[in-house]
């Protein structure tokens, strides 16, 4: 495992801004601050956005990767209404390269002054000749099957080698319409087949996952989707992580849950 450190920038004591396994790279939750800790440009959503980007580029590189070998992007921040210049400036960086992604509204991050944090996966795969094996250029593939929504901020998923990753799934139709508002069961049922979906693109299935991460915006609600989920996956119990979720549109559509898987592609 190679540490992922880059001088010049801040690196908490308590854990690795990076790390690079194989060929995978994990890189921490990144928010804005000076190297010497102190909060960059406090309360500027934009200011912290490129900064962070920035941040994240260096780890990436110190692994040899970029912006366009990573697959899966998740951001969380505090005002819903910076969104929209937080997806302008990080789709900047990544060009024309789309990572599933999964967006979280949350309280606070440590203090009034933090506005984001991102924190996203790479694959670096083998580019002989510049090509992959598959033919694809950056050896990633897209994932966007027919029959389901895709977002046009986003792939639904993206396969990298024998890995796949999944956007966060809510249940939308073809029209990003929400699907049964208010009803975490129907909606659990419906992500589960768009999942099934998106997997098969890659030549996987439900038994090919290896973790789970499933938001809910009731915690009464997760022993519903627990049932309908593992009905789906029989007798596989891969790893999962919950997390209850305040977020106001959800309350207003009607979204009750999410949730994203990885898996990998058995040889």
């Known amino acids: 495992m190679q540490v992922l ?42 200011r912290q956005a490129e900064h962070i980007m920035e941040s994240l580029a260096g780890i990436l590189a110190e692994g040899g990767a970029t912006f366009q070998d990573v697959v899966k992007v998740q951001t969380s921040y505090v005002d819903s209404s910076d969104w929209p210049a937080i997806h302008e400036i990080r789709q900047r960086y990544m060009g024309d390269h789309y990572p599933p992604h999964t967006g979280t509204i949350v309280s606070n991050l440590g203090s009034p002054d ?31 099957p027919e029959g389901i929504y895709n977002s046009a901020r986003y792939y639904s998923g993206i396969k990298a080698g024998t890995m796949i990753f999944t956007a966060g799934r809510v249940a939308l139709d073809l029209d990003g319409k929400v699907i049964a508002p208010h009803d975490a069961r129907a909606q659990t049922e419906f992500i589960m087949q768009d999942l099934k979906t998106i997997l098969a693109e890659g030549g996987a299935t439900l038994q090919d996952v290896v ?57």
């Open 5 to 46: 450190a880059p001088k010049g920038m801040f690196h908490s004591p308590r854990y690795y801004s990076g790390v690079k396994a194989g060929n995978v790279i994990f890189t921490a939750g990144r928010v804005a601050k000076n190297p010497d800790g102190s909060v960059f440009a406090p309360g500027d959503t934009a």
């Open 114 to 144: 933090i506005k984001l944090e991102i924190e996203v996966t790479a694959v670096v795969t083998d580019r002989p000749n510049g090509s992959s094996a598959d033919g694809d250029q950056k050896g990633i593939i897209p994932l966007n």
């Open 211 to 267: 973790y789970v991460h499933t938001y809910c915006l009731h915690g009464d609600d997760m022993p519903i989707i627990h049932e309908v989920r593992q009905r789906h996956m029989g007798n596989h119990y891969p790893p999962h992580t919950g997390n209850r979720v305040e977020n106001r549109d959800w309350v207003e559509r009607g979204i009750r849950v999410e949730i994203e898987v990885i898996a990998v592609v058995s040889d």
